[in-house]
């Protein structure tokens, strides 16, 4: 983990924020060039266009797949809020993405939502290595998985 690895997780956690803020789930995710330079930015928007996949990391997948090499894929690294889903690690092996760096793990979200009694998701939080062994991943990273679980848990507060 570089400095740089640092202030990409702070601005996940920021576009969570923001997608919190205008009623979609909290997630953030950056996608930048072996160099550390940010190339895109995307957040939730499960809620405001009424996609229940537009999850950030998918749509920078194929925002990648279409926009980029195949090489300056292979070299760029996903920062995300929290780690991918089966849908989205998928989309991230098939077009060829490189390291994937998430403040919180999916198993942390897992057990966050089920300690405040929220449904089940409808898909399993599997980690994106069971479903892209081939992907190198980073993460939990403190303190940014506790930041995480408090906008979390300050959305659920909204909603009830
Ligand atoms: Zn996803």
New binding site residues.
């Given amino acids: 983990m570089t400095r740089n690895d640092h202030a990409h997780l702070e601005r996940c956690v920021a576009l969570a924020e923001e997608a919190a803020g205008r009623g979609d789930a909290p997630f953030g995710s950056v996608l930048a060039d072996a160099e550390g330079t940010m190339l895109r930015e995307e957040s939730n928007r499960e809620a405001t266009t009424g996609d229940a996949t537009f999850?950030p990391?998918?749509v920078l997948a194929q925002w990648a797949g279409t926009n980029l090499t195949p090489d300056v894929r292979a070299g760029a690294t996903v920062y995300t809020s929290g780690e991918?889903?089966p849908?989205?690690s998928a989309a991230h092996a098939w077009v060829g993405l490189g390291r994937i760096v998430y403040a919180a793990s999916s198993a942390q979200l897992a057990s966050w939502r089920e300690s405040w009694g929220l449904p089940v998701a409808p898909v399993r939080a599997l980690p994106v290595t069971d479903v892209a062994p081939g992907v190198e991943t980073v993460g939990p990273v403190a303190p940014f998985d506790e930041r995480m679980r408090a906008i979390h848990e300050a959305g659920l507060a909204q909603s009830r």
């Fill in positions: 999850h990391e998918f991918h889903c849908m989205c």
